[in-house]
């Protein structure tokens, strides 16, 4: 009952100023009623009265990690690692607060807390991900072996090595990586979306297109899914699918110059010149010259189907 604690622990330090203890339990007190500033500041006081106590640096460690305070935070869990050079606690703390600073350090913290809590899943999981970004891909791999080592295959684990795989530009690989992660998981979009994706980078259309499917299948408004598709329909060739997925999409945004393109090529390619020119001149004013290929070869085009339609008036 912290409304009954306060009062009582306040006089208790009143009456033993130069003891820690008092001021500790006031400020757990006041944390759990929730007057999280005085609860740092009773804290603050019960450290500064005994700073080789390891309870009230922890506890002022944790509510600046709350408070967002990230390097106050920091400092106070580096503060109780020099009492106790191997407290998990602390140790993750020093980690979560660079991390939460976005300090490239904050990878070698997590490393030095696994060194001690080795089944902490959560924490390797997060290593493994700032290693993905700052693309040390091979070590961000070893942690993942290590993790797995000796379990049964994991979905989560496997979406990590799967994405690991991607930014290597090893796609055979991915492709087996997903392939289990299906089988532990086949209703979930997203893993057949991304094998779809895959095959599209592996120029293999027809599993591209059956993947995608799939996906759609289970989550039919994502446009990712549909953008896709309609990327391995062009690929392969068949513009009035090519055309029908465009049209999926359109429903949904508004088309930008990228798409018009597209539309334009494919209408072309059907002997459909209307339509084609229409599609050129969109592409055109939505493009604005960024594109400076694809504006040379609409503008050509453009030429050639005018004097196509004039020649059938």
Do not use: M
Not at 60 to 75: P, V
Not at 158 to 168: S, T
Not at 186 to 199: F, T
Request: aromatic fraction near 8%.
């Amino acid at each position: 009952d912290p409304a009954v604690a306060v009062p009582n622990l306040r006089k208790a330090v009143e009456l033993l100023p130069s003891q820690s203890r008092p001021r500790y339990l006031l400020g757990v007190a006041e944390e759990r009623g929730g007057d999280i500033p005085a609860a740092a500041e009773s804290f603050e006081g019960a450290y500064r009265l005994d700073p080789k106590n390891l309870e009230p640096v922890l506890h002022l460690a944790n509510l600046y990690l709350r408070l967002k305070r990230f390097e106050d935070a920091e400092k106070k869990f580096r503060s109780a690692l020099e009492i106790e050079p191997h407290n998990t606690e602390a140790l993750l703390g020093v980690a979560e607060s660079l991390d939460a600073q976005k300090k490239l350090e904050a990878a070698e913290a997590y490393r030095r807390y696994l060194a001690v809590a080795a089944a902490d899943s959560t924490a390797r999981a997060r290593l493994v991900h700032l290693l993905v970004e700052q693309q040390q891909y091979d070590v961000a791999l070893a942690e993942l072996d290590r993790a797995d080592a000796g379990q049964a295959a994991n979905l989560n684990s496997l979406r990590l090595r799967a994405d690991i795989e991607v930014a290597q530009k090893k796609y055979g690989d991915a492709i087996v990586t997903l392939s289990k992660a299906i089988a532990i998981s086949p209703g979930d979009a997203e893993l057949h979306g991304g094998l779809g994706r895959i095959y599209i980078e592996k120029r293999d259309f027809p599993s591209a297109l059956k993947e995608l499917k799939v996906a759609l299948g289970i989550d039919r408004k994502n446009l990712a899914y549909w953008k896709d598709l309609s990327t391995a329909f062009y690929l392969s060739g068949d513009c009035p699918s090519t055309l029908a997925a465009l049209d999926e999409i359109a429903k949904a945004e508004t088309p930008g110059p990228g798409p018009w393109f597209i539309r334009a090529l494919c209408y072309d390619k059907l002997n459909q010149p209307k339509p084609a020119l229409d599609a050129y001149q969109k592409f055109l004013s939505l493009d604005q010259g960024q594109n400076a290929d694809q504006v040379w070869q609409a503008q050509e085009r453009s030429k050639v189907l005018r004097k196509v339609l004039e020649h059938k008036r």
